[in-house]
C-alpha cells in the first residue's frame, strides 16, 4: 500500500478551488488543501490534535456517538465525516489522529462502480455541507466556483 491522508482541516473555499483546478504535488499535499504535514504522520510521533478524520479510519468513544448522533444519513457517501467531526468538536471533544495506527482502505470500492453518480453524490454532499456549516456568503462563492469549474 501506499500512503493516504487519513486527517484534514476543516475544508474552505480555497480547498474547492484546489478540487477544481488540482495543482502540482507539493500544493497538493500542503495545508492550503486541508493536509497536515506528512512528517506529523511518522510512527514514532505523538497523536495530534485534526479537525477531521477520513470516515474509513474513524474510532469513536460510544458515548460520543451518543451524544452527537452519529452520521447524519442526509448526506450520502460524501460529507458526513465532515459534518460529523464538526458537530463532535462543537460539542466540546476534541479529534485526534495516532500516526502509529496503520489501516488498510481499498478507496473508491464502494463508488468505483458507478463513477458519474458518485460525482453527483459528492457535489450534493458539499453544497449540503456548505449549507449547514458555512455562511450564505461561503456558500454562494462555494457555487459560483463549481459553475466556473
Not at 506528512?38 to 474513524?58: C, H, K, S, T, W
Not at 489501516?103 to 453527483?120: F, K, N
Request: net charge positive; proline share 5%; with cysteine.
Amino acid at each position: 500500500g501506499r500512503f493516504q491522508h487519513s486527517a484534514f482541516t476543516f475544508p474552505g473555499v480555497a480547498q474547492l478551488a484546489f478540487d477544481l483546478w488540482p495543482l502540482p504535488g507539493r500544493l497538493y499535499d500542503s495545508r492550503l488543501n486541508g493536509r497536515y504535514a506528512r512528517r506529523q504522520y511518522q510512527p514514532n510521533n505523538a497523536p495530534f490534535e485534526v479537525d477531521f478524520i477520513l470516515g474509513a479510519a474513524m474510532l469513536v468513544r460510544r458515548d460520543v456517538a451518543d451524544r452527537t448522533d452519529g452520521f447524519d444519513e442526509d448526506f450520502h457517501m460524501y460529507c458526513e465525516e465532515i459534518d460529523w467531526c464538526r458537530r463532535i468538536r462543537k460539542a466540546g471533544w476534541r479529534i485526534y489522529t495516532v500516526p502509529a495506527a496503520e489501516i488498510v482502505h481499498y478507496g473508491g470500492s464502494s463508488t468505483g462502480q458507478v463513477p458519474a453518480r458518485s460525482v453527483v453524490n459528492l457535489w450534493a454532499s458539499r453544497s449540503q455541507l456548505y449549507r449547514r456549516h458555512h455562511g450564505p456568503l461561503r456558500l454562494a462563492m462555494a457555487r459560483l466556483l463549481v459553475q466556473m469549474g
